[in-house]
T-cell receptor
Framework: EPEVTQTPSHQVTQMGQEVILRCVPISNHLYFYWYRQILGQKVEFLVSFYNNEISEKSEIFDDQFSVERPDGSNFTLKIRSTKLEDSAMYFC???????????????FGEGSRLTVL | GQQLNQSPQSMFIQEGEDVSMNCTSSSIFNTWLWYKQDPGEGPVLLIALYKAGELTSNGRLTAQFGITRKDSFLNISASIPSDVGIYFCAGRKSGGGADGLTFGKGTHLIIQP
């Protein structure tokens, strides 16, 4: 069964360093998302991406964050200068179109755990 | 921002018992989704609801989309050990597209032997 894959599974970094988290969405999906989950808390929406541009972003997604689809398969989240409070699990998700209308169902990867020291 | 109130926060039950959890919102959502998350893994979709009043089953799971579009419940019948995990409700303003999901805080299901 097709799945969303994410790398790395765990990254430890020093505060102020740049981090890139990578995702390979399900191959025929057109909508891509990043969510984060701080330990023990709920999953929070960061950003959605469609047709090679950001569609929506939350207030969490500030100038330190950026997303990119550098090729036909990868979808990346970059954090330019990490802060302690960026420590969280970051989930990539994708969504499949059904004709002209997408379904509401998002499929999530297993996440990348980011620890900022 | 939008908030989903999910309850209960945690449940301690015996194997074989039925489980019920729900989510309410002050605003309307046009799609309700229920996810299960195991430790260290991503959310896995259980049930998707698109129409007010819709009642949908997936094996032992049953979920309903409230008539007002402001609430949903999930029932699990005859719980088994693998049902342990955190269950999240999530709402979307649209039926699909680029808008993000708003998640509830989760219901932690614990099954006592």
């Amino acid at each position: 069964e097709p799945e969303v894959t994410q790398t790395p599974s765990h990254q430890v970094t020093q505060m102020g360093q740049e981090v890139i988290l990578r995702c390979v969405p399900i191959s025929n999906h057109l909508y891509f998302y990043w969510y984060r989950q701080i330990l023990g808390q709920k999953v929070e929406f960061l950003v959605s991406f469609y047709n090679n541009e950001i569609s929506e972003k939350s207030e969490i997604f500030d100038d330190q964050f950026s997303v990119e689809r550098p090729d036909g398969s990868n979808f990346t989240l970059k954090i330019r200068s990490t802060k302690l409070e960026d420590s969280a699990m970051y989930f990539c998700a994708s969504n499949m179109p059904s004709g002209r209308v997408t379904t509401g169902e998002l499929f999530f990867g297993e996440g990348s755990r980011l620890t900022v020291l | 921002g939008q908030q989903l109130n999910q309850s209960p926060q945690s449940m301690f039950i015996q194997e074989g018992e039925d489980v019920s959890m729900n989510c309410t919102s002050s605003s309307i959502f046009n799609t309700w989704l229920w996810y299960k998350q195991d430790p260290g893994e991503g959310p896995v979709l259980l049930i998707a609801l698109y129409k007010a009043g819709e009642l949908t089953s997936n094996g032992r799971l049953t979920a309903q989309f409230g008539i007002t579009r402001k609430d949903s419940f999930l029932n699990i019948s005859a719980s088994i050990p693998s049902d342990v995990g955190i269950y999240f409700c999530a709402g979307r303003k649209s039926g699909g597209g680029a808008d993000g999901l708003t998640f509830g805080k989760g219901t932690h299901l614990i099954i006592q032997p």
